[in-house]
């Protein structure tokens, strides 16, 4: 059956802009990022009082986290700025990977070992990890079955993907940069990917992240498509320098352990 929503699609200097564009980001920023605006948000700065009774101002923050520091609950540390050493740390860390509880799927990310496995609420999604709980970073997994008799391709399950995130768009005051479409290689077959900057109006409230998302012709049958999201909270450009690591770097990395999809979870 075709989705009831229409695409128009152009190319403009390697970017694609159009309606669908305006979709995938809602699947997973538009749900996980007002929660962390609400929950996680930066540090709060408060003014020391002054004359003879003013207490000692506490010691200042390290510039660069202890290494004892640095735990799952916040892989920046004690850092003065922990969404930063959080980001730097995500940058230089090697690659490592994180499956679901089954070991179905393994998902590229770095730092591994400091990523901790968690349920987005509102959005169905197949698996989801986030990275500290102030929400440095996020990254989830989504199963798709395609109508019968669809090809199973990259490019056929983005648009499918897209048209089921599409709806989940509504609720949100969300403007994106124009999207960018890439190419990469994966298990011998081509592997299409976006990427977006975008920014979340939340009553008196904002967020401003950069995303991407790859789908992968997985399945017989079915796709898998791997999202991230990187808040920038002052630090815009490692944030979209992490997601482009995970553009040119991660996302063919992916592991599919079993050749038949697994039960939507």
């Known amino acids: 059956m075709r989705s009831p929503f229409a695409f128009q699609w152009h190319a403009n200097s390697g970017r694609v802009v159009g309606s669908a564009p305006r979709i995938a980001l809602s699947v997973l920023c538009l749900v996980t990022l007002p929660c962390l605006v609400g929950c996680g948000g930066g540090a709060q700065t408060r003014t020391q009082p002054q004359g003879p009774l003013a207490a000692p101002a506490a010691p200042a923050a390290p510039a660069a986290p202890a290494p004892a520091s640095i735990t799952v609950k916040e892989p920046g540390g004690d850092a003065a700025d922990p969404h930063q050493a959080a980001l730097e740390r995500l940058l230089s860390a090697p690659w490592g990977a994180r499956a679901d509880k089954d070991d179905q799927v393994r998902v590229p990310i770095p730092d591994w070992e400091n990523w901790k496995r968690v349920r987005y609420f509102g959005v169905e999604h197949f698996v989801g990890f ?136």
């Open 130 to 265: 986030r990275y500290g709980d102030e929400h440095h970073a996020m990254a989830l997994a989504f199963l798709q079955d395609l109508p019968p008799g669809t090809p199973v391709k990259s490019d056929t399950c983005m648009r499918h993907f897209e048209a089921w995130g599409l709806p989940q768009t509504h609720a949100f005051d969300v403007k994106f940069s124009p999207f960018e479409s890439h190419f990469a290689k994966w298990q011998n077959q081509i592997l299409e990917a976006r990427s977006v900057d975008g920014r979340v109006n939340l009553g008196f409230t904002a967020a401003e992240f950069s995303g991407a998302w790859a789908a992968y012709p997985a399945y017989p049958g079915g796709c898998l498509v791997y999202a991230i999201a990187v808040p920038w909270r002052d630090h815009k450009d490692l944030a979209v320098k992490l997601r482009d690591r995970w553009v040119s770097e991660g996302f063919p990395l992916l592991n599919v352990m079993n050749a038949v999809m697994p039960e939507h979870k």
